[in-house]
């Protein structure tokens, strides 16, 4: 008995160690990793999500996009948090990104209950699964344990996809960070099923898609005119249009039939109609006798977008103030 006892003792040190082996090489999240340093941390972030959306429900499509602002340049390291001069933020592809604040609110508090522990990049994490959750969206398990980047450049944000390329570069943006075309569809029509883009981004779609003063024939024709009274020529830019139409703050596979009948608001959506595979995977969501779940699916594909370049272990550092490093 006794002898039974060291031996699983011994084990559990030696489990121990492959732990501490793992962490410290880096390489591996894990769920719960602030059960023991801050069990109230998730807690910590879901609350204050809830609270911000509560406040301005625009405030959840802001997060959601934040966190694949973050994962898509230098890894999901919170770089994308850092306000410095010729930072990622400054980048164009990062323009009307928002709900720092809400990032900066958990980071306070959480610095207050348990000083040094939870890094900006997980904050950001687990605030975009939250978000995702308060807009009926699927309740997933974000694996923790990220370390926060002390680098933040403008000149690598610019490769991000960008709304205008067609899908071979956007797939291959997407390939490039390990996301299958799979991943793509579902993260591209998953993130765009709540929110709203600026008509900043819509011009070159309607107004002038091949150069030739013509709109994207993609788009349904009776769709068409809609968008253009609500982005007229030389109106105001900043004005704001629902991204998944008529669906913008819940979360469901309305913005999959509506990519499905021309009715994308984004181009870069509309472009999911050009591949074969990807149109697919639409409709293995929406069309008749489907099984597959969006939701879950999209879950899964956060979960490993949220993989993409993390630092571990020793690398990066726990920052005080999510803008600044320490
Ligand atoms: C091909 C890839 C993608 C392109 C080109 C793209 C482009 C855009 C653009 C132009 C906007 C409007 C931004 C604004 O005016 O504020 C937008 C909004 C948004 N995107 Fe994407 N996106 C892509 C993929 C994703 C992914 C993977 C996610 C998350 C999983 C995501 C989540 C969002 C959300 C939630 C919004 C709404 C933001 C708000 O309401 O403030 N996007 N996207
Ligand atoms: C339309 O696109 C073409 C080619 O990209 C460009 O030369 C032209 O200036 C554009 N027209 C407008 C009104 O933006």
Redesign the pocket.
């Known amino acids: 008995m006794l002898c039974f006892r060291l031996q699983t003792f011994a084990l559990s040190i030696f489990q121990l160690c492959l732990l501490l082996i793992v962490a410290s090489n880096g390489q591996q999240l894990q769920f719960g990793f602030y059960s023991q340093s801050c069990p109230i941390a998730e807690m910590t972030v879901r609350l204050t999500v809830q609270q911000a959306v509560q406040a301005d429900r625009?405030v959840a499509?802001?997060l959601?996009?934040l966190?694949?602002h973050d994962c898509f340049v230098e890894g999901c390291d919170g770089s994308i948090l850092l306000n410095t001069q010729d930072g990622e933020r400054q980048a164009p592809g990062n323009?009307?990104?928002?709900g720092f604040n809400v990032i900066e609110t958990a980071k306070s508090r959480l610095e207050s209950l348990c000083p040094g522990v939870v890094s900006c990049a997980d904050i950001l994490a687990l605030a975009a699964r939250d978000a995702v959750a308060l807009s009926n969206g699927p309740d997933y398990a974000v694996p923790t344990g990220r370390r926060d980047g002390r680098f933040s450049s403008r000149t690598l944000a610019n490769n991000l996809?960008?709304?205008n390329?067609p899908i071979e570069v956007?797939t291959s943006?997407?390939r490039a960070k390990g996301m299958s075309i799979k991943d793509?569809v579902l993260?591209?029509a998953?993130?765009?099923t709540?929110?709203?883009?600026?008509c900043?981004?819509m011009p070159k779609r309607l107004y002038n898609f091949t150069g030739r003063s013509d709109s994207d024939p993609a788009l349904n024709q009776q769709f068409l005119p809609q968008l253009k009274s609500v982005c007229p020529p030389g109106g105001n830019v900043d004005h704001?249009l629902a991204?998944d139409w008529s669906s913008a703050f819940i979360f469901d596979d309305h913005i999959l039939r509506n990519i499905l009948n021309g009715f994308a608001v984004?181009a870069?959506d509309a472009r999911l109609m050009d591949d074969r595979r990807a149109r697919r995977v639409m409709e293995s969501y929406v069309g008749g006798g489907q099984t597959a779940s969006f939701g879950a699916d999209f879950a899964e594909a956060?979960v490993r977008?949220g993989n993409i370049g993390v630092k571990t272990g020793s690398q990066g550092e726990i920052r005080q103030i999510c803008s600044q490093v320490n």
Do not use: C, W, Y
């Open positions: 625009a499509a802001q959601l996009r966190s694949f323009a009307g990104l928002a996809p960008d709304v390329e956007l943006k997407f793509f993260l591209s998953g993130g765009h709540i929110g709203t883009t600026a900043f981004f704001r991204l984004l870069s956060m977008m």
